[in-house]
Structure formats: C-alpha cells, structure tokens
C-alpha cells in the first residue's frame, strides 16, 4: 500500500487561508467517507482535527474543515494562526481493511 | 481523561525482539479497537497494526506481517506488540493509538532503535 500523496510544504501569512491536497486512489480516498486528518507539532503526538472527510472533534477550531473530490481530499486552514505552524498528516481507511497515511505536509505561517 | 502510556522500547541488535505495552485508562478499554503506529525519525506516519475490542479481528501492515503480533488483555486494559526479526527500518518512535476508521487518542510514544 503506498503512501497517500501530500505537498511537501505549504506557506501562508497570518489571517490568510491555505489548502492541503491529499491523493489516494479507488481502493483508499476514493473509495470510502473514511479520511482524518492529523496535526504534529514537533516531538509531540499527532492530534485528530477531522474525521470521516469533514467533522472536526469537538475541540477543534472551526477554522479546519475537510471535503473530498474524487480520489483527493483536501485540508483547509482558514485564518491562519502561528500556532497552526506544525505538520499535517491525511489518512484513509483501504480496501484490504488497512489504514494508509499521507506523505506529510509542513505548514509554514510566514 | 484518556490516557495512553506506551513502555518497552531500547536499543535492541538485529534480528532481535522486543514486546511493547500500552497502558490505557479514563475510558473503558474494552470497547475500543486499538492500533499501533509509527514514525521513523525525521519522516511520516506509518499504520502498522490494528486489534478490534475482542481481538476477533487483526490487521497487519505488510511490511510487518509474519514478524509483528499484536493482542491486548482487557483485564488490565493494555494493548501489546511483540516485534521479532527486528531490522533496522524498524527504528521509529512507535505510538499506541485508540480508533477504529480514524485515531481520537494517541499516546506518547516510545522509541525502538534497532542498531548494532
């Protein structure tokens, strides 16, 4: 099972929206309501801040939301904050009852 | 509050094993599918092994299929994987993770260097 593709980075200025693509195929992203997404700050734990492609946990900024076309889902940042600076991992449940996660993104607010 | 503290891992040679444990509390264990996960430094996130709340059901990453075992024991809410034939990409911090279809809970993690 290959890794789900992500950009490498991606950059914003505060206040500003961004946009994390996450493509999988058929048998993964496209093929199941079953992606999250993940923030990590460094040497910390991820945190789940979507699940099932669009509902945030309670808790969560309602500045993330997550939608899906296809085989690409895609993280949106809205109002971009310092604190949002950290790596942001998708992930999708597979039709060989496995979990895949993505490549990873780096999230810079300049 | 939930809680998942992981223990067990070190410095091990190749070729060698070593059991990692997850001690879970602030919810009722056994209730939950489990999974562990891990990251090898410095890169991404890898899934590599699931455990439904009974343990009738189990998944395997390929790439630890035949050497990794996963069980649990819901008498004393801990979840277990006992790694074997340890080669060196299997260096990573590796972190107990309650879900199934997506992860709510992580714990800290615990790092397995498999070095000579």
């Known amino acids: 099972q290959s890794a789900l593709t992500q950009p490498a980075s991606v950059s914003g200025s505060p206040g500003q929206s961004i946009t994390i693509s996450c493509t999988g195929t058929?048998?993964?992203?496209?093929?199941?309501?079953?992606v999250s997404w993940y923030q990590q700050h460094p040497g910390k734990a991820p945190k789940l801040m979507i699940y099932?492609?669009?509902n945030r946990p309670s808790g969560v900024s309602n500045r993330f939301s997550g939608s899906k076309s296809g085989n690409t889902a895609s993280l949106t940042i809205s109002g971009l904050q310092a604190e949002d600076e950290a790596d942001y991992y998708c992930?999708?449940?597979?039709?060989?009852?496995?979990?895949?996660f993505g490549t990873g993104t780096k999230v810079t607010v300049l | 509050e939930v809680q998942l503290v992981e223990s067990g891992g070190g410095l091990v040679q190749p070729g060698g094993s070593l059991r990692l444990s997850c001690a879970a509390s602030?919810?009722?264990?056994?209730?939950?599918?489990m999974n562990w996960v891990r990251q090898a430094p410095g890169k991404g996130l890898e899934w590599v092994s699931y455990?439904?709340?009974?343990?009738?059901?189990?998944y395997y990453a390929d790439s630890v299929k035949g050497r990794f075992t996963i069980s649990r024991d819901n008498a004393k809410n801990s979840l277990y994987l006992q790694m074997n034939s340890l080669r060196a990409e299997d260096t990573a911090v590796y972190y107990c993770?309650?879900?199934?279809?997506?992860?709510?809970?992580w714990g800290q993690g615990t790092l397995v260097t498999v070095s000579s």
């Open positions: 099932e492609v669009s």
């Open positions: 455990i439904s709340s009974s343990s009738s059901t189990i």
């Open positions: 058929s048998s993964d992203v496209g093929g199941y309501n079953y």
């Open positions: 993770a309650r879900g199934v279809r997506h992860i709510d809970y």
């Open positions: 992930s999708s449940y597979t039709s060989s009852s496995h979990y895949v």
């Open positions: 602030g919810f009722t264990f056994s209730s939950y599918s």
